[in-house]
């Protein structure tokens, strides 16, 4: 199951991921290291990181009556190419 | 002779009234005629064009129409004999009871949709964004970085399609370790690569590829999810934020040529959480905030257009512009063919996040890259456009704080010159029409104002002698600079008749017929033969200069007074 995107206001500038975790009230191995935490919004301070399903509730809880409707949980939707919709050409090194 | 199918008007006849209105009758066909016996005749009415004064003056009455069968004609299906010069048809019209035999042309589908043949190639792409032009105006790209946000490029394949190009690796970006940029399998990415590189040739690609690969298969996903591209954002940002390097200004270009197909693969609309119609969504506040840091954005408007719409859309086909394809800080790019005709799957407005969304078309559904039959999609009409966007930024480079330079001023700038389609205006199908390399360029690169030389200025002289030589009709160039309208004329004064110079004119020789007419010999001596023309003018404006001293001249511009050139 695709992770969940959580953002949440810092009000110092790049939290680090422990600082993130702490915001969120989740261990700080949950969030995604791979991923880390991005800055999404530099003038509002917000910021981003990627969580599995269980921390992503944790995280809900933890921002739960927040006024900012940017705090929270989004969707992670998947993306497609917006090309001809055919495989390439063969004879052209495509690995399929 | 060739069997060829043919349309046949027939003169009313009981049998023909009769299965016109569906009823058992038996039609019979003229000599030489095979008649389509499935194709039921058609009745067409008897139309006569009607006296302005019999219509009344409406202007939606200029015929009037009998649609009586009794006086109308019919139409049937059939094959016959015909020659390529139309020989055969008189044999068939000279038939009692024939009103006319005509060609049944095959009418093609105009409009392109998923999977048609592609309709011309790049370099038709490359003469409708007036390349020559951009290319004469010194804007190929050079200094400008495009990425590609997209499934990897493929340097090799570009190469060897003749497209040689600067990738920059070392800020490239590849989601997983192990992946080298330039070196994707052949697939889309190349695709968007190619079709930048038609305008912008010269600019600096990064290759930002966002589908991962299953290392232990060597195959290559072909979707990928939004945070995905969250961190690849977040890697152009910290590009923007660094220090440019030499020979390389802080424009960067970020074509992106996918999205989202369908709602479901989406938190619903209303949701705190939703993406496609949230500006609260992290992806999409990523995107105001790379664009507010300088970016020039483009994301394709998406192929789910109501003609024809990819299958991957689920049959649904309006409201289809959404999240950041619709954001109001990007670009969102519909598609026309190079019949400026819109392919039949470009989604159409409005956007979810910005209504009017798509802003402009670019070229699509051409043989270009040969990755695919055609270069197609919006995916492939969003490149085309992101290379005018770099030739642009050559000219117009990103300066914090210079509202002109801003991404929103360069969006304007584009949108203002495109080519108006469809419906006047701007309109959903279209947005505000197709891009217009040849409009950027008269926009962005002034024209060359005023005269190259001032030859009163200069050789005061020769505007107070009479005229034996009509400069500015013999070398236009010289008197009207360059490109300028109105022309810019320069004033002659006219000559001082009481002032006549006999070295340098011999009143005998003067031609009285060619004065005010460039000639060569009218009145400038025997040996003024000169091969060369510069050589000529030369010659001519130094025997001016040496003409020595006369009287001042009265002033005023004239036609055939002085050198002629004051034309206004």
Known sequence: ?96 | MTMRPVLIELEHSAALESAAAGLEAVVTAPAGVLMDSSFAPVPVPAVAARSPLEAGFESASGFAVDDRPITSTYVVRGMMEVDEAGAGVEAVTAQPGVRGVFADVEVEPQLICPGSAPMGTHLDVERLLCVPNLRRAGMDGSGVTVAIVDSGINSAHLNAQGKPHTLDAARSWVPQAGMTPGTAPVGHGTMCAFDVLIAAPKATLLDIALLRSNQATSTQFKTFLISDALRAYNHLRSLMSGLTRPGVNRSLVVNNSWGQFHSSWDFPVGNAGNYSHNPSHPFNKMVAALEADGADILFAAGNCGSDCPDGRCQGVTANTIVGANSHPAVLSVGGVDTSKTRVGYSAKGPGALSRNKPDLCGYTHFDGSKVYAADGGTSAATPVVAGVIACVRQKRPFVPGNPAASPAGVRDLVRSTCQDLGAAGYDFDHGFGVINGCAIVDKLVPRIVGPVIDLCRRFPDLCRRPPFIDICRRYPWICEGVWREPPIRIPFPEPDPRVIDPRIVDPGRINPGRIGQSAMGAGAGEDAMMSDEESELAMMLAAAYEAGRLDAASGGASHGGGCGCGKG
């Open chain 1, 1 to 96: 199951m695709a992770k969940a995107v959580v953002q949440f206001h810092f009000p110092t500038p790049n939290p680090t991921i422990e600082q993130a975790a702490g915001r969120l009230g989740i261990a700080p191995s949950e969030i995604d290291a791979e991923f880390g935490v991005i800055e999404t919004d530099p003038v509002a301070g917000h910021y981003t990181v990627l969580l599995d399903a269980a921390a992503a509730a944790r995280a809900a809880e933890a921002l739960k009556g927040s006024a900012d409707p940017a705090e929270g949980v989004f969707s992670n939707p998947e993306q497609e190419l917006l090309g001809p919709g055919e495989d390439p050409e063969p004879g052209d090194g495509l690995v399929s």
